[in-house]
């Protein structure tokens, strides 16, 4: 399974990506709501925050995926219309 396809059978799932900027990382937290040609859609409270696959060094969840904070949101999915 590649990794676009392990990420599609998540999305749903709150996670945070790490990503890789430069000499240092960086973490995004969110639902993960869509995978296009080249990045991913993460959604977290307001903000819609738009990660490119090859700069994703990994993926950290919660077992089932849920976060204690944050929780399923139907405005994850509009992105799918």
């Known amino acids: 399974m590649t990794f676009e396809e392990q990420l599609q059978a998540q999305i749903g799932?709150?996670?945070t990506v790490i990503i890789k900027a430069g000499?240092?990382?960086?973490?995004?937290?969110?639902?993960?709501?869509?995978?296009?040609?080249d990045f991913i859609v993460l959604v977290h409270d307001d903000e819609r925050i738009e990660i490119p696959i090859s700069q994703i060094a990994?993926?950290?969840?919660?077992?089932?995926?849920?976060?204690?904070?944050?929780?399923?949101?139907?405005?994850?999915?509009?992105?799918?219309k």
């Open 13 to 15: 799932d709150f996670m």
């Open 23 to 37: 000499g240092n990382c960086c973490k995004h937290r969110g639902i993960l709501c869509s995978i296009r040609d």
């Open 58 to 80: 990994a993926v950290r969840k919660l077992a089932g995926g849920a976060s204690e904070e944050d929780y399923y949101d139907d405005d994850c999915y509009d992105d799918w």
